[in-house]
DNA sequence: AATGAATGAGGCTTCATTCAT
DNA sequence: TATGAATGAAGCCTCATTCAT
């Protein structure tokens, strides 16, 4: 509420996630937490209402900073087709540069995942797949891209995205992987765009 | 001891594997196995002294079993200069198929350490290690590789070794770190035959 | 039932005195007393049906060597008041010469119980109390001693021998106990005897 | 630290004294303690940070409250012989009216160590090695004691005091090791003090 | 007579969580 | 806002005991 309450907050949300990423989530305790941040344990429920929420809203916070570092980027471009490039390689850029953030998706790979009925990080994943619309929808008026239905293909272009960072990150197979992303890109670009092809 | 101890020690490991790669050693309790075995938490303690012997007969069973792979293919070559660059792309290959081994070294990087102070997997790495001196003793032996000091040279070598697998799966610099890793082997062959370049 | 089975029950027994005597009676476990005698714990079972049911028959044996001893040194005198004299003062010497007993009786003094009701040792003591039974109906048959009742008689000299123990080695009144004692037995032979005094 | 909770830390240790010296370390069960008390075991580890820590905190607070009642006594007189004999004789005193600390001891006597290599109890014996010690001092600054090499010297006496404890309560040599006791502390008293023989 | 294998009860310890202040 | 004190669930581990062989 306040603004000192909320710089704590965030401050809170740091800590967390270095711990988070450093220990995992079981290993890491409120204790650790609370000892970094030189406060109590209780003092912490004064801020989340449980471990799994501190977890959860740690792992949000981080993902809300890679979804913005992506649409910052999108905006460079004012092309569709560039656009959906920009995004794709941005994705996986920001990544490869946020140890913590790769770290956290490393140990808890579940938490991408685009079906609501496992709640968990629904929303955050939604902003994702709403960025993916967006663009599909600007591609679609700015007569780039053919006319998909937009909401289903959004999320099979997050779900090819999350099964390429568990097949890097988790299954780890690594340089193969990101060749079948970039092919991928390739062949997804071209089936996309109308007439001239997406530069890439 | 006895074949049917025998039998059912090595399917505890088994599925203690799967389930520290899965879960992490936190995360996993004995209960975990014991349930998935049909036995009882009382009754691993038959075949393990506790939770963390339990942990690292499983990892050294792995481990040997990664060492015997590449024990083997390199044993297909002759040339001390084709068998060193065998080990290197096997050992690696290998990790890349075996996701349980590799999802504990990930979690838990600490295993690989060639130094005796930390006593945990020691015996495991040397095994390594010395599959190295084999090779370079060797290579020495037929006059393919220059006389360097075996000892320090092979400790050298795995610790480039490790320090790449950190790269490409803990830091997770995929890409860089594994054509890093090419081109230091071919420096490294080139630096370590005479006469006539190894091939690659 | 055997000589070979006898032989081995009494090495256990002797190895379990050992045992309960250094560590206690929850300390040691089987596994410590089948160690030391270079057998299973199961095996224990063939011969003791618990671990408590094996304290008890090994303080047992304990009791019965201390009882045997008594009654050998008593049976040296002809006199009934040299007899009682003999036995008080025996049965103080030997728990001070066998530190195995001795010790178990520190740890464990609700073993000398001559109430029926605590079964645990009843049998053990009634040997005790049937020693002074013995002398006190010859000392009667004799006319050196009064006409007292025996069986009641019996169990109080008892419980004034284990009040004794009791100050000396767990209230540990060491000193003073012990002077206690002498002067009580010198009251109580001098209570017993008939006209000429029992010698001390 | 605060009122209440060093009330409660106090009655902690007097709670677990009674048990302790009642029941050995082992047989003593932290639910024991926990249920005297009436609370739960955990909160238990809110004052103690586990059942060993709670042992030697027992002890400990148990041993300054026997260190004080001699040093209490030792200050009552001036002469340094006359302390030292005081010294002496309270020790034993205390012991002798203090049952469950002299329970605590023999159940456990290896507490009494003056060797820092094992840390359990060094700081306490620490504390009686140093009264001993001042009493030296001052007997030497007096003139009334010779001038021994005061640091082994305590450590010596403390040593025979040891012994004898254990003579009298562990091997249970009572009587005779008190006698010993007197008839050493008189040939130490006449080789320590000067002049005029010290008045025992 | 003896053993290997298995079990369940119970002990120690950690930790997320709560509550009064 | 913040803390000290307290709790219960769950984890690791030991050990007496049993059973089939």
Redesign the interface.
Known sequence: MTKAKDRKFNEILATALELFAHY?Y??TTLKDVADKLGMTKSNLYFYVSNKRDLYEKTVSMAFKGWQKAVRDAVEQAQDAGDKFSIMATQSIQYL?EH?EL?SIF??DPGIFTPFPNEDRFYKINLGAIRLIEEILTLGIKQGRFHEVDVKPTAELFFSIYVMFLIK????????SA?RMYEEGLKIILRGLCKDKPCKR
């Open positions: 995992g079981k290993k490869m140890d790769r490393i140990r890097t990150y988790v299954k780890s197979e690594g340089v990101i």
